[in-house]
């Protein structure tokens, strides 16, 4: 009689790889925002490259629909993301999480470390470019804007640059931490879109900035979606 021999451990692991990747599936995921890149871009770019399906709930400004839906979102704002019915609020908790169960966060404890701080050394750059936004869409006097411009918002960009570039010269990925694309990199390159959109990013001025730009967007998983998503100022 012939003997059959078998390696249980394998089976077991694959059984597991297999069951996994069937409860990340079954999940019904469900992305809550307004019809703009903003806060939500870089989690429906996880989404994308993680290749999980979701719904991408998008609100028009200025839709009545949002004053009855804020009442029941967990902090009365947006994004939200349902997991399963399950709801998570603000958009970095979103991400985080996304990033984490996707493979997006970094491949160690220390490079999870440094996608955190390069993304809370954006956050920190934008409190400085949102005064120059509002001052913008308050109409506020020639005068006014470029103060803030000359001494709020442009030292913060050219210190926000500097980070960015001296992080790219040492990496010989070309991505922000590590040899693959987290989070940070989406977050980094979605910001950039938008500082060119409003004058505040010039291609040719940041080739380091550019590179990585470019590369974020010809990700296989994400070139499709980049190209057809609606085109937004922020």
Known sequence: MEKIFHKPRMLKIKRRSCLNLQKIWMVNYKLTYF?????AE???????????KFEDVRIPFGDPSWEKLKKKTPFGQIPVLSVDGFEIPQSM????????????AGKTPEEEA???????????????FRQLIVAVREKKSVDEIEKIRKEISDP?????????NGILTKSKSGFLVGDSVTFADLVVADNLVTLEKNGEFNRSEQPKLTALLEKVHNLPKLK????????TQF
């Open 35 to 39: 019809d703009t890149r903003g806060l």
């Open 42 to 52: 870089a989690s429906r770019q996880v989404f994308h490259l993680a290749g999980v």
């Open 93 to 104: 908790a979103i991400l985080r999480y996304l990033s984490r169960k996707f493979g997006f």
């Open 114 to 128: 440094w996608v955190d701080a390069i993304v809370d050394q954006f956050k920190d750059y934008i409190v400085s």
């Open 156 to 164: 913060a960009k050219e210190s926000y640059f500097k980070i960015l």
């Open 224 to 231: 499709k979606y980049i190209g057809s998503r609606p085109d």
